[in-house]
């Protein structure tokens, strides 16, 4: 029998169709492939065009800082020669604190554009404060579907604190017990409202990032006279990583590695009611970051626009204690107090720039804001109300939603490559797994799967072959 | 926190109730998620007076009109910073001092330079 659940969900394809203002349709191209770029460019706005649409909403135009002492406790630990120059795109200066108002701003301002009375997003991120501060300014509607509680009506303070600012911003936000049904409840409210979705992963939203990397390129050539040589970008649902790659290349920022950064949550289930309030994290974490980038099309849109496997030069994942020591030291040698999830590329970042050259140039492409619950140390504290042990030593202890360990050096944080290879594997099986049964691909899908992977036609010919025989 | 357990028509309240009993719920849960009902919590203005745990109609901010059992008189936000963290106290106090003595070191060169 069908539940209420299926109900909705066999009716997601019209409603959809209703609420994102687009007809994702017109890009397919066969079971498998699509027109990316036709998606990516079909709104018609110039990144030009976008920059003026952030402008006038008061987002963008972060300062760029040059991280001095933290260079130097990289540099009082490298071999001669090394340790990268490390600067921040301090994106936490958005009016709602975060680089999430990039992405809010343009969808937005389509739906007020196309005429819709209100928007809906389902997020317990900071896309949730930067969605309803737009929706604020543009006197638009807005709700926020969240995944808040665990079963006892217990959350992190770094989600309550994140109920609280949309709210504060006058949404409408639904907190909800854990689930993927958040999704269920997000198209429910759709069809009962005919708001616009405001979705993380349309292509409004992906484009909106791309003047963060335009801003970077920009601004780093101003400061030094090149864009830099690497660019650390934390990496959940792939938004940013898309987003930035994407800005950067079109600034001509060609030659800048994309590293994206995870905080480790392997072991940890994401639709556990169990787990839930053991991650310590609510973000920027390998939970989102390796199931979107190994099969973005998962997201709440027909086809995702966040593709971070295009650009992902490396992904590199640290502990959660290594991330919490990182946002303490932030504060204590330069100044800047920061929410802990943004630091996850900046953890990355130090371990990094360690094997660098001295005149390689690291940009950390977002801070987020910080304050009463969203912090560190109220992260740490509901974790050890939690049960997770939080002890001093050497983070390689760090055991997800047991054993949360602080270095007790900054030369005991090193940074662990994630296995690009694997995962690009892992996406083609995943792009075959949702074609009909038997489908063969054509040449031009496995040429849409090497661009798709940032591969070539012969690593995606070797990885069907391998599938096959598997 | 308030301890009102009696609203008047028009005060700001939450009011919770089940979207979806776990029968009713997605099949690709683990089991300790598939067991509970997904629950919901939303704030608006009451309809009615009313005491906790009572049918509840309230009108949220956008002006829908949601019905679910009253669970809080205006409601507020406790969430805090909570005491210093034991393990990471140290954290300033050793980087500055680490900073100090890598820059007499290098004979107090300007901090974060480039080149060799």
């Known amino acids: 029998m069908a539940t209420k659940f299926d109900a909705i969900m066999a009716r997601r394809g019209e409603i959809m169709l209703a609420a994102l203002g687009m007809d994702y349709s017109v890009f397919e191209q066969s079971p498998i492939a699509f027109d990316y770029e036709g998606m990516m460019s079909a709104h018609g706005y110039s990144l030009d065009d976008i920059v003026g649409i952030q402008t006038r909403a008061g987002v963008g135009h972060t300062p760029l800082l040059e991280l001095k002492n933290l260079t130097d406790v990289v540099r009082s630990m490298s071999a001669p020669g090394k340790g990268a120059r490390i600067f921040v795109k301090d994106e936490a200066a958005n009016m709602a604190g975060a680089f999430k108002d990039r992405r809010a701003s343009v969808s937005i301002h389509v739906a007020k554009e196309k005429g819709y009375e209100g928007v809906i997003a389902a997020t317990s991120g900071n896309y949730g404060a930067a969605v309803s501060s737009q929706a604020a300014r543009y006197g638009l509607k807005c709700i926020i579907c969240q995944e808040t509680f665990d079963s006892r009506h217990i959350g992190q303070p770094e989600i309550v604190e994140k109920s609280r600012i949309c709210e504060a911003f006058g949404a409408e936000v639904i907190q909800m017990t854990v689930g993927p049904e958040l999704f269920f409840h997000m198209v429910e409210l759709l069809d009962q409202t005919g708001y616009f979705a405001a979705s993380l992963y349309s292509s409004f939203g992906v484009s909106g990032i791309e003047t963060l990397g335009l801003e970077i390129a920009e601004e780093m050539t101003a400061l030094t006279g090149a864009p830099p040589t690497h660019c650390v970008i934390t990496h959940a649902g792939g938004g940013n990583t898309t987003g930035t790659a994407r800005g950067l290349k079109r600034a001509g920022a060609t030659d800048t590695q994309i590293i994206s950064a995870s905080v480790d949550l392997s072991g940890l289930h994401m639709a556990s009611d169990d787990d839930f309030n053991r991650k310590s994290f609510t973000t920027g974490h390998t939970g989102f970051g390796v199931p979107f980038a190994t099969w973005p099309d998962r997201a709440d849109v027909p086809r995702n626009a966040a593709r971070s496997l295009r650009y992902i030069d490396r992904y590199l994942t640290v502990t959660q204690g290594e991330v919490f020591y990182i946002t303490e030291a932030m504060s204590k040698i330069e100044g800047l107090e920061r929410g802990p999830a943004g630091n996850t590329a900046m953890t990355v970042a130090v371990s990094l720039a360690r094997d660098l050259p001295r005149d390689a140039t690291v940009v950390v492409q977002e801070t987020e804001y910080t304050g009463a619950g969203k912090h560190h140390w109220a992260q740490l504290n509901f974790a050890k109300e939690m049960g997770v042990e939080v002890r001093s030593g050497d983070p390689k202890g760090n055991v997800p939603g047991k054993v949360i360990v602080i270095p007790e050096r900054p030369e005991q944080i090193q940074a662990q490559d994630f296995d690009v290879a694997r995962m690009r594997k892992s996406y083609v099986r995943n792009a075959l797994k949702n074609a009909p049964e038997g489908y063969a691909p054509t040449a031009a899908d496995i040429a849409f799967l090497a661009a798709d992977t940032n591969s070539d036609a012969a690593a995606v010919e070797a990885i069907l072959a391998a599938l096959k025989e598997a | ?116």
Not at chain 2, 20 to 44: F, H, Q, V, Y
């Open chain 2, 1 to 116: 926190m308030t301890d009102a357990i009696q609203c008047k028509a028009g005060d700001w309240v939450e009011v919770q109730r089940v979207l979806l009993e776990p029968a009713d719920r997605s099949k690709n849960l683990p089991p300790e998620t598939a067991e509970k009902p997904l629950r919901m919590w939303i704030k608006g203005f009451a309809q009615a007076a009313g005491a906790l745990g009572d049918p509840m109609t309230i009108e949220t901010m956008t002006g829908r009109l949601v019905e679910g059992s009253l669970s809080a008189i205006n409601p507020g936000y406790f969430h805090t910073f909570g005491n210093p963290i034991p393990e990471l106290v140290h954290v300033g106090v050793d980087l500055r001092a680490r900073l100090a003595d890598y820059h007499a070191a290098q004979g107090d060169a300007p901090a974060g330079k480039g080149g060799a």
